[in-house]
């Protein structure tokens, strides 16, 4: 499958609701791992090197490449990571750099399932609380996290629009929503004049389901872009690990034979070669030359330089697709249907 290579764009667009664009640089920022409390990425446990100040200097660093896409989630940290977003948001503004960040954050229905809240007073509590920590008046795009509710799609989508028409966000999209799902989202949205921007799917190298699934196409045809989550496979396409030396913390994202990860990994340093690039910044670049952005995070700023280095620069058609063809459709769980 081939999509239009964003990696040398200076911008790329994602379609508001309403019809507006909002650019951001081709490279998004995933915000998972800034205050983990679920012993993922080892906030404030086994990995010492990472704090709020690290992730300040991450942020900044991040900036400095231009107009930046910031995903963050309810759920990350319990609500703390939108906090270090918020008020990552308020020094931007402090410093006159606002214009350079677009926000995005995302409702996970599992959360609100136990109580009596019917989904449109659900999403629309949740919406607030997440504007509020995050101190903005309005959420540039705003994501249902699964496709998991007691309700039906359309009427998930109903919620959508009203966040829309109530001014609590400009763009809307979806996560780890299977092909039928989203256009069940997609075609509500459109009855009501409204378009859906994203579909955040896990997609890398080492899981390509979104292609082979039909996805990504479907995805391409109705101008809706894919946000990639651990696209580099929660650190294992870095180069740094192995069968002897996992990653720490459960990171089960991304999780392949090692065989696979070496067949594709060799892959990667040979491309890498050619263009004096390394593993992490080749991955990348793979992923936006399906015409997808990758959200990678960044705890430290050199992590954040190197992530950086993947745009501005393409790998050829054909390194693509041989790439593509040292990876696999990749494994799944019940929740991912995307």
Known sequence: MSGKNIAEASLVALKAAKGELIHVRPLGVGCWAWG?????WGWKDYDKRYNEETIKEVFFEHLKAGKRLFDTAETYGSGLSEEIVGALL????QRNLQDKCVVATKFLPNKWMSGKMGIREAMMKAAKESRARLGVDCIDLYQIHSAHFPAKFSEQAEALADIVDAKLARAVGVSNFSTEEMLEVYDALQRRGMHLATNQVEYSLLRQLPDSSGLHKACQERGIRILAYSPIAMGRLTGKYGPDKPPLGRRGFGNADWKVVDRVLQGLREAGERHGKTPTEVALNW????????IPGAKLADQARM?????????????????ASLGEDGKTSHWQHG
């Open 36 to 40: 983990d409390d679920k012993g993922v």
């Open 90 to 93: 308020k020094e931007a503004r």
């Open 287 to 294: 992923v936006m030359a399906r015409g997808a952005i990758p």
């Open 307 to 323: 992530n950086d280095g993947s745009m501005d620069w393409s790998l050829t058609n054909d390194e693509v697709e041989h790439l």
